[in-house]
T-cell receptor
């Protein structure tokens, strides 16, 4: 079956530090990959996505590249801000079919201090 | 665009009562809606998938008679927790997917507390 593995958290960084959150996956076929963010007290929001190998998703300074050879989709940001404090979920979706399900990683809490 | 709302945002009920949670896609037609459950500091667990006009497909271990799902229109799905018990207390999140889209748009969640 499909699975998503995220690095253990939580992660605490100082403002303007470099961020990397690791994500690896196991899936049959060629899944689409996503990063979702959940700010305190809010629902999940799509942060970025990539639908095929070597695609780079980017949004709000965050980037992640779909690496088929290493089955990874690591999230990076060059300079984090306090407002980036949230829980980050890596997820994958099988291709094809109207009922493509999302499989989530456990999520990791990021805290950015001023 | 692609906004999903949930109502109520939080609810407290007595053990044994039933609670209905609504999920609406506000500016698009959602052919598929998903219901998740999230425990504190844990990931989302998919409970069921519903397609408009048909019966929901439940994940293994989820009681369909306990968690009734109705997807009567392209913009509305409801989850009814029947005869709720304290162990049903959780954060329930819905998401919606367009027919041609990739990925899902999530509602803000509903916090259910059963006393």
């Amino acid at each position: 079956g499909n699975s998503v593995t995220q690095m253990e958290g939580p992660v605490t960084l100082s403002e303007e530090a470099f961020l990397t959150i690791n994500c690896t996956y196991t899936a049959t076929g060629y899944p689409s990959l996503f990063w979702y963010v959940q700010y305190p007290g809010e629902g999940l929001q799509l942060l970025l996505k990539a639908t095929k190998a070597d695609d780079k998703g980017s949004n709000k300074g965050f980037e992640a590249t779909y690496r088929k050879e290493t089955t990874s989709f690591h999230l990076e940001k060059g300079s984090v801000q306090v407002s980036d404090s949230a829980v980050y979920f890596c997820a994958l979706s099988d291709r094809g079919g109207a009922n493509s399900k999302l499989t989530f990683g456990k999520g990791i809490t990021l805290s950015v201090r001023p | 665009g692609a906004v999903v709302s949930q109502h109520p945002s939080w609810v407290i009920c007595k053990s044994g009562t039933s609670v209905k949670i609504e999920c609406r896609s506000l500016d698009f037609q959602a052919t598929t809606m998903f219901w998740y459950r999230q425990f504190p500091k844990q990931s989302l667990m998919l409970m069921a998938t519903s397609n408009e006009g048909s019966k929901a497909t439940y994940e293994q271990g989820v009681e369909k008679d306990k968690f009734l799902i109705n997807h009567a229109s392209l913009t509305l799905s409801t989850l009814t927790v029947t005869s709720a018990h304290p162990e049903d207390s959780s954060f329930y999140i819905c998401s919606a997917r367009q027919a041609s889209g990739v990925g899902q748009f999530f509602g803000p969640g509903t916090r259910l507390t059963v006393l």
